[in-house]
């Protein structure tokens, strides 16, 4: 049946149904007209969107229903992973045309809402709008940060060193592996990465609790966009360095097949959803060690930060890397 012929109302109950439930500060969710969320006592609010749109963020060809809405969900909480922010709740806004059948519409909403409770988000309700097209989720994700410890691009210093989450360009190769129809056990690895997103929230909260600590983004529209992003704002340089940046077996693997360069994925790829950090040099240690034990996380030196403007790539020769002619993604010019 399709949503023209089954109609907004029943629809809507049916998914009323399907997201019963809510994380433990709801007290009212979907069915109302606002969702009620308590505040936690010397916490403050975090609050982000991020959308996903056919054609520029997925192709259905690739993807299930379900694997759609859970992107969408897992791709926002990656703002309040760079925030130090623990979940909250979720808010999805579906537009969709009224000639898509009503299961494809129910997946969507119900792979968003299994992602959103996973990662401690509930669905605590949203929209829904029938347009031509294209298909489009828009999620709105809120969580709680203790007052005045929460991340920030601005605060970067001098002599920081700069430190990476995981590893970087994976999905960007997945992406590559996807659009060539690679095959294999390394291809299968950074496919999962670009279509199955982790936010780091355990390590975003761990880090609100780290001295040292004194800036943090997402790696979503790329290592030098976003590092530009930190330099910017806090008014310094960043140097990265090239040999440094963590590259895994699978991406290399994928880029040997394809004839590429991992290293350019590495740098201006985008959607690794990492957490890049700014820390201090005496502090970078105990920052590591404790994102190794608690978060199971490898946090890995990369750079430094210095006086200045800008974002540069070095060699170990101390040559300058060649740098990529887009630095990372931007909605007004890809696609």
Do not use: N
Request: contains cysteine.
């Amino acid at each position: 049946m399709r949503l023209r012929e089954a109609g907004e109302i029943a629809f809507l109950g049916a998914l009323r149904q399907a997201l019963a439930g809510g994380g433990p500060s709801v007290r009212v969710g979907p069915g109302d007209d606002a969702a009620v969320v308590d505040c936690p006592p010397g916490r403050s609010l975090v609050v982000s969107c991020d959308a996903a749109v056919e054609g520029r963020h997925f192709r259905r060809a690739w993807f299930s229903e379900p694997e759609i809405g859970a992107r969408a969900v897992r791709s926002a909480l990656s703002d309040l992973a760079a925030m130090g922010a623990c979940p909250a709740a979720a808010l999805l806004t579906l537009i969709v045309s009224p000639d898509e059948e009503v299961a494809l519409a129910q997946a969507l909403v119900e792979g968003a809402g299994a992602a959103a409770a996973e990662l401690g988000a509930p669905l605590v309700g949203g929209e829904t709008v029938g347009s031509a097209g294209p298909l489009t989720l828009d999620v709105l994700v809120a969580g709680f940060v203790r007052s005045g410890r929460e991340l920030r691009r601005s605060g970067a210093q001098p002599q920081d060193v700069v430190a990476v989450s995981g590893t970087l360009g994976d999905s960007a190769a997945g992406l590559a592996a996807l659009t060539a129809g690679l095959t294999g056990p390394e291809a299968e690895a950074v496919v999962r990465r670009y279509k199955v997103p982790e936010p780091r929230l355990a390590l975003g909260a761990l880090l609100t609790d780290c001295e040292g600590v004194h800036a943090a983004i997402d790696v979503s529209d790329g290592l030098l966009q976003d590092a530009g992003h930190v330099a910017e704002q806090s008014g310094v340089a960043i140097e990265l360095f090239a040999e440094a940046l963590p590259l895994s077996p699978a991406a290399r693997v994928v880029a040997r097949e394809l004839g590429l360069d991992p290293l350019a994925w590495a740098l201006s790829g985008g959607e690794d959803f990492e957490l890049l950090i700014t820390v201090s040099g005496p502090e970078y240690g105990r920052v590591q060690h404790r994102a190794r034990r608690d978060c199971g996380i490898e946090l890995l030196a990369i750079g430094q930060v210095s006086d200045g403007q800008g974002v540069s790539v070095r060699r170990l020769d101390g040559t300058s890397g060649q740098l990529p002619s887009t630095p990372g993604w931007d909605h007004f010019r890809c696609g």
